[in-house]
């Protein structure tokens, strides 16, 4: 797939660097002419798309830090003075605030994406994991970004999450007292989340450049799951596919900036217009909605420990799907029954969702704890399981073929 | 257009919300704020000068008192996108506050006349001296109350919908609650509390703050209590989001870019994969 394509290249300058450093040959070769599957549809423009929205968060965060102050007597007056003074600092901040919301909303459809087609499977494992490292890391980033404006949910949000290390038994004290810097979430604490939240997005774009060159080496997984065959298959990235994507790049943005620009604090929380305030603890402490299934799977379980373990493994399990799923077709085009429970497990994500917006109880607890055991259960028994008696439909024999018999 | 068509679905959400199930909103013991159609509601509404105005003389008449304003400046009362007052009224008004300056070449601290880049005095000199001269309550900052409050409470399977087209309701809270005030229920009254159904939990420590002709108002307006909230809350809308205006003029222009400019890739890209088969 990748190769080291050689290029001849007339202007004298380029092939002098060339000889030196095959940069342009590597442009030309992975960014150019790179074969592509010709039938990806526009569930595939969704990494794109999230890629461009890591740089976006980079760019206005460079420019918001600027002006910001990590201070517990400060940050809240520093991210006034940024919506009040600051030329424009409005629409910086509503753009990396939302920039984060829609951020996760681009991986979470990568992420199905991947699920529904099985592009996780052989050869595409290390891919896969690299990509589920991006999203822990991510998460801790846009975690540590939320206590960033100090105000109250930020506050709140904090106290909760590091104390749930404390579930620990023997070092858990111990390691909450060195998360915090101290005795309780105070200025240290603010001032390291501020330090990790500026280094954490640049470890998140080395992520990203191994999971490109990861995907460069095996090649685009497509909506048939069939490999590619031969050169009749496939069609060069350029321009095919990085017009596709602007296009969908620029239709996701009319939705994201729609929100920056009209309802700029929909996706938040208004009780974070209020300072921290350690001595008043809001009705109900609820994380960003991009952590609400995790926050629902966390609470689904009475023992706290219990919680914790069920939250975090909610993400490692990500890391050995390549191989809890048996079945050898990849794509769900082709498998009656893992779709059926593929759009399951989409209800019950969604469900997580809900049941974590709402006070862990009576009804919601009892929801809550049907979708985080099938949650584990798609993983550990019914994609296990499925692979051995699931029979796929028939496949076309190569991408071509299956193009044409759409047309 | 576009407001008609957004208040016909919210008018359809609410009843919606209210037919499946008013019994259910949640949120604690609070009164849902009625709806108001402000001047600033809408992707294209501004605000109301002379109601900002008017807003205005209630806070500082009435409000400032006991509230502080921390993040207001005086010159923001002359820029555009507020109450757009004249600079030399901006400068009128802050001449009659007195604020902290120094220290001066002998070491003092003292006080001058505020000026255009000063931020609207507090009222209290601390935390502490606020609380110990309102019963050990402590009156919030009104900088950000508009945004930081919520007037409604839905259940949860129609609550997004109605918030994305109606907003979280602050400013209606504001106005319901500081004109809202009623009787407490017959044996349940509370030492130095006042009972008041928008106020979560019922129980509010700041006692009525208006009463209609609170203030004289110079443009003719009728000063009735429910004319006060209004314009007091419209006043600190803005306060809370001083840049609305310009962020919805910005808006509009982006997107109609991004439309064309969408308009034009789709074509690009339909020019493109026009002979491939895929």
New interface residues.
Partial sequence: MSGHATYEFKNPVVRWIEERLPIFSVIRGQAIDFPTP???NYWWTFGGIAATMLVVQILTGIVLVMHYTPHVSLAFDSV?HI??DVNYG??LR?LHANGASFFFIAVYIHMFRGLYYGSYKSPREVLWMIGVIIFIAMMATAFMGYVLPWGQMSYWGAVVITNLFSAFPVVGETIVQWLWGGFSVDNPTLQRFFSLHYLLPFVLAALVFLHIWALHVVGNNNPDGIDVKSEEDT?PFH??YT??D??AI??F??VY??F???????LGH??N??PANPLSTP?HIVPEWYFLPQYAMLRAIPDKLGGVLVMFGSLIILLFLPWLDTSKVRSNRYRPLGKIFFWLFVIACLTLG?AG??PAEGAWLTVARIATAFYFAYFLVILPLLGKIERPKPMPATITEA??S?? | MMKKILKMLATAALGFGLMTGPALASGGEQKNAPDYDFSFEGPFGTFDRAQLQRGWEVFRQVCSSCHSLKYLRFRNLAEPGGPEFTVEQAKAFAAQYEVQDGPNEEGEMFMRPARLSDAFPSPYPNEEAAKAANNGALPPDLSLIVKAREGWYYPWYISPFIKLVKGNGGAEYVRALISGYEEAPHGEEKEGLNYNPYFPGHWIAMPPPLAGEDVEYLDGTPNTIEQEATDVAAFLAWVSMPKMEERKKIGFMTLLYLLVFALLMFMVKHAIWRNVKH
């Fill in positions: 010709r039938n990806l006034e919506m009040r409005w629409l509503w069609l321009p095919y017009m596709k602007l296009y620029l239709i943005f009319l900036l729609g920056v620009f009209y309802s700029p604090w929909y208004s009780i217009f209020a009705a809900i917006s709402q193009v044409l759409k047309h």
